[in-house]
């Protein structure tokens, strides 16, 4: 059967397909994938509470639209 469409999935959706790959510093790198051109959903966020807490994490796009999340804190 044909199924739901992953773009209308939130970030937070079980079965959001996307890859999660741990900097040492978010805002470094967003501000320089940034400069390149590379798209993002947002400025990156820092985590106040819950199980996350204390991480820093933005979400991207590649060049194919492929979600991506960066994250550091870990």
Same mark, same amino acid.
């Given at each position: 059967p044909v199924g739901a469409d992953s773009a209308t999935l939130k970030t937070n959706d079980v079965g959001?397909?996307?890859i999660a790959l741990a900097v040492d510093d978010v805002? *470094? =790198?967003y501000r320089r994938? *940034? =400069?390149r051109g590379v798209e993002f959903v947002?400025?990156?966020v820092s985590?106040?509470?819950g199980a996350f807490s204390g991480l820093v994490v933005v979400y991207?796009?590649?060049p194919d639209g492929n979600l991506f999340e960066l994250l550091s804190g870990v």
């Open positions: 959001n397909p996307h805002e *470094r =790198e994938l *940034r =400069e947002s400025e990156p985590v106040s509470g991207g796009k590649d």
